[in-house]
């Protein structure tokens, strides 16, 4: 079992920036690929960004690419979303995922493992 807790959200205006954290207390992220999911009102929840175990490579949905970077320190047990230019529509709660699948896995029943989210507004 892993428990994932995400910090770092919060009410920001347009344009800067802001790093959202996903900690796994007590648990190892090893052999874990991670990644970032968003859900907005009223909407479905949807990719973001994700991350192999080593770190070696990511993948991230075209709306962020650009702004948007993954990462991960596994000896702290710790993934980051390093968000960058936000726009309005990036506002949701945003989710922190594991998940052992092996390649690009961006579907929300491709992770058995899910925080409990961390509201981002972001203000025009």
């Known amino acids: 079992q892993v428990q994932l807790v995400e910090s770092g959200g919060g009410l920001v205006q347009a344009g800067v920036s802001l790093r959202l954290s996903c900690a796994a207390p007590?648990?190892?992220?090893?052999?874990?690929?991670m990644a970032w999911f968003r859900q907005a009102p009223g909407k479905e929840r949807e990719f973001v960004a994700r991350i192999s175990w080593s770190g070696g490579s990511t993948y991230y949905a075209d709306s962020v690419k650009g702004r948007f970077t993954i990462s991960r320190d596994n000896a702290k047990n710790t993934v980051y979303l390093q968000m960058n230019s936000l726009k309005p529509e990036d506002t949701a709660v945003y989710y922190c995922a594991a998940s052992r699948i092996i390649g690009v896995a961006t579907t929300t029943r491709d992770y058995g493992y899910w925080g409990q989210g961390t509201q981002v507004t972001v203000s025009s």
């Open positions: 007590g648990r190892t992220f090893s052999g874990y690929f």
